[in-house]
């Protein structure tokens, strides 16, 4: 059984910068590729970002391509939203979630296996 816990969201104004931590204990963290989502109330979830088990593949949505980063220290157990030239549009409850597939970055979230219970993000105007 894997935790997730994210950390490092809060209130910020348009066009700053933003960093997200998701701290993964209980597993083998090397194990699980790392997706990042986002989720408004009342919406579903969406995919953000997503790192291979061991970093070298990346994929990102088209939203926040170019804007957002997504990293990950195997040795910290712990993958990394970097977030950068914020918009309103960013404003969301964004999850963390491990993915037990060996070959593939996946979008979907139905593929994820454990998830953390999410930080909120606001983005004034």
């Known amino acids: 059984q894997v935790q997730l816990l994210e950390s490092g969201g809060g209130l910020v104004q348009a066009g700053a910068s933003l960093t997200l931590s998701c701290a993964a204990s209980g597993g083998t963290f090397s194990n699980y590729a790392m997706g990042w989502f986002r989720q408004d109330p009342g919406k579903e979830r969406n995919f953000v970002a997503v790192?291979?088990?061991?970093?070298?593949?990346?994929d990102y949505a088209d939203s926040v391509k170019g804007r957002f980063i997504i990293s990950r220290d195997n040795n910290k157990n712990t993958v990394y939203l970097q977030m950068n030239g914020l918009k309103p549009e960013d404003t969301a409850v964004y999850y963390c979630?491990?993915?037990?597939?060996?070959?593939?970055?996946?979008?979907?979230?139905?593929?994820?296996?454990?998830w953390g219970q999410g930080t909120q993000v606001t983005v004034s105007s």
């Open positions: 979630a491990a993915d037990r597939n060996r070959y593939f970055t996946r979008r979907s979230p139905i593929h994820y296996d454990y």
């Open positions: 790192v291979s088990r061991n970093g070298g593949s990346t």
